[in-house]
């Protein structure tokens, strides 16, 4: 990804970070950035007696689960499992606990997801994989032997109409789209991990693709998408969908996702999008996590 800060980020509650399978809450340390800011992310509404609404809970996590020396926990499949499992119960959306009814993970492997799809609570959820493709056309693969490599996204009620669909990509790595509909929530849900070339040529081509991939219907997709928020490859998103941490008034930015080794937050690349009909809050962890070189955002997102 595109390295270069963007502005300094508004001050959130932090999610909270886990090691293992206990939940903790992480505390600054040496080299650990805090970042500050003066604009308050607002907190979660109620909505008002009778009215009907559908509430899509959603955790976008990038959890760089391949052995790569970017990603901590990658030859540590189990330490990923049980992170993204307890992370689904144990978000904070304005001021408030959040439990996620659905999730976007990308550069996981099918081993993660067959293995969170099994922990104890998650039988009524309904998961979905696609691996991106190597340059010979044949499936990406962990090296960590959890099986192919690619996105996925769950949800806990029935996701059908699933499309795999491969964005335009260059000759090195074919990028997949993942979308399908909760017929029960009237939603569409789709996610994705674009390219990292440099001029965001590719990038360009692939969200106009994920933008008709995720229709004018009511939707919620995310995703790490490789580039910051003022990028002219992500205007066609941010002109049909609302980004759930844009600053007052629209404005393209929010709270820096992508992390270095040392747990500095660098630049925001990870993205949750909806209708522009539906009222969204997210957050972002404002100290480092411990798996990935990215941060998880989990936001709400209610449709009325």
Known sequence: ?????????????????????????????????????????????????GTRTTAVNVLNWNVCGDTDPRC??????????????????????????????????????????????????MSAWSWQFAPVLQSNGKPATCANGQGQFG????????????????????????????C??????????????LSNEANGEWRLKQTQKLTELAGARRVVFGGDFNDQ??????????????????????TRAGERTYQNAQGLALAKTDYVFASKSAEVACEVPNQPVRISDHRPIAAV???R
């Open 1 to 49: 990804m595109d390295g270069a800060c963007v502005r300094a980020p508004r001050a959130l509650i932090p999610l909270l970070a886990v090691s293992g399978a206990a939940v903790v809450v992480v505390t600054a340390g040496a080299g650990a950035a805090i970042e500050q800011g003066d604009d308050p992310v607002p907190p979660v509404t109620d909505v008002a007696e």
């Open 72 to 121: 901590p926990a990658g030859a540590k499949p189990a330490e990923v499992v049980r992170t993204v499992s307890t992370q689904l119960k144990n978000n904070v959306v304005g001021g408030r606990k959040v439990k996620a009814n659905a999730v976007f993970l990308q550069e996981v492997c099918l081993g993660h997801v067959k293995a969170i799809a099994g922990q104890p609570g």
């Open 151 to 178: 996105v996925a996204m769950g949800a806990q009620q029935q996701i059908t109409g699933v499309e795999k669909v491969y964005l335009p990509s260059p000759r090195t790595r074919r990028y997949v789209a993942l």
């Open 180 to 193: 399908g509909n909760v017929a029960s929530w009237n939603t569409r849900l789709c996610t994705a991990q």
């Open 229 to 250: 928020p003022q990028k002219p490859a992500l205007d066609v998103l941010y002109r049909s969908f609302s980004e759930c941490d844009q600053a007052a008034g629209g």
């Open 301 to 303: 997102v209610n449709f």
